[in-house]
């Protein structure tokens, strides 16, 4: 809710700005205000205040507090249960169920649709998409090149950082880089993305936010590193990484009118022929 408050500041008329700053300045002190008590902190009146809750989607300031309340709860720990000598192979296999599942519950708020809505509308607007990834990220891009080719998009994925150089200055900009990265600190990345923009170039970066890949990209899907995640690879710091590919599916089959979005159809039978007992 605090998010939604500081997104709407800079279209609020004075009244509601006054409103605005107090709950953004003090939200543990307004879920315990009356409205007359936030009435008189912020200045306003009874209307002001219902206009302010109704145009977050409440409805009305009992419902604002308690969504304001629920959004001030301490995110859940990335708990990452270490896998050590004398363990069992049971308690391995329970301890990797574990920590992947965390991993999943705590991106689960702060997954963006926004920003996933953004860059299916790209990527279905481009000519071509190209996926970029180095190292382990490169096992995600391919899924993502295997997942969006059979949605139809003109794809491919580029690997090996001098083939990614070598593409970046050639890229157009009816074209869609996609540049996915744990850390968002890999060099050659950032520095496709910085060449791919200066030629007009729609990047998208599947990244940690505020990295320098993310500074670099014009439509930017966050996929937070949580405490010591890099110890964690490849596995529970990829796997919100994979997410968002069938976030981006199921996004890009909506609008292309799909019955079925998340379900893709399976690869021609030649390339998938199995027994049929």
């Keep these: 809710m605090l998010k939604e408050v500081a997104k709407i500041r800079a279209s609020l008329a004075k009244a509601e700005l006054r409103l605005a700053e107090v709950i953004l300045r003090q939200p543990e002190a307004v879920i315990t205000m009356s409205m007359v008590d936030l009435k008189k902190e912020a200045d306003v009146s009874d209307p002001t205040i219902l206009r302010f809750c109704r145009r977050l989607g409440c409805s009305g300031y009992p419902e604002f507090k308690v969504r304001l309340a629920q959004g001030l709860s301490p995110a859940a720990p990335f708990v990452h249960r270490a896998i050590e000598q004398g363990d069992s192979v049971a308690d391995a ?39 970029l990834g180095l190292g382990i990220s490169e096992t995600v891009a ?13 794809c491919r994925t580029v690997f090996d950082a001098q083939r990614q150089m070598v593409l970046a200055p050639t890229l157009r900009s009816d074209e869609v880089a996609v540049l996915f990265s744990h850390s968002g600190a890999t060099r050659t990345l950032v520095n496709v993305a910085m060449i791919a923009r200066e030629n007009g170039v729609t990047t ?12 670099h ?29 069938n976030m981006l599916v199921a996004a890009i089959g909506l609008k292309q009118g799909r019955n079925m979005p998340d379900n893709l159809t399976a690869l021609d039978p030649w390339l998938t022929e199995k027994f049929m007992d």
Excluded: C, W
């Design 93 to 131: 296999v329970g301890k990797i169920l574990s920590n992947s599942m965390n991993a999943i519950k705590r991106f689960a708020d702060d997954a963006d649709p926004v920003a996933v809505e953004k860059a299916a509308d790209a990527m279905i607007q481009a000519r071509a998409v190209f996926l």
């Design 142 to 154: 391919f899924d993502a090149e295997h997942k969006l080719f059979r949605l139809g998009l003109h």
């Design 204 to 215: 998208i970066g599947i990244t940690a936010p505020q990295s320098h890949l993310a500074r």
């Design 217 to 245: 990209s014009d439509i930017v899907i966050p996929v937070p590193r949580y405490e010591h995640s890099e110890l964690y690879t490849p596995l529970t710091a990829r796997l919100n990484h994979f997410l968002v590919i």
